[in-house]
């Protein structure tokens, strides 16, 4: 099996589908953890926020890399 890091393989496809949906589960996840601030045990709701606010740069940081494979996704290139 062939692996590479670099070039397009016939996953890309799913990988990219997989990519963006993660990207969208970390963006729902900090937003909802920041706007509806809940507190559980010892978990107050600053915790919560700081760990929302952490969740929505996650998902911010991973949509560049979501454009660079959506912009080099040439489909000449698959077989």
């Known amino acids: 099996m062939k692996f590479s890091l670099f070039h397009n393989d016939r996953k890309t496809r799913k990988d990219e589908l997989v990519l963006g949906l993660l990207i969208l589960l970390w963006l729902a996840c900090g ?3 920041i706007a509806f ?5 010892f978990v107050g709701p600053s915790v919560t926020v700081c760990l929302g606010v952490l969740l929505v740069i996650l ?9 660079y494979r959506l912009m ?4 000449a290139e698959r077989p």
């Open 59 to 67: 998902g911010i940081m991973f949509v560049p890399g979501l454009i």
């Open 31 to 33: 937003g909802l953890l």
């Open 72 to 75: 080099t996704n040439d489909r």
């Open 37 to 41: 601030r809940p507190s559980f045990f």
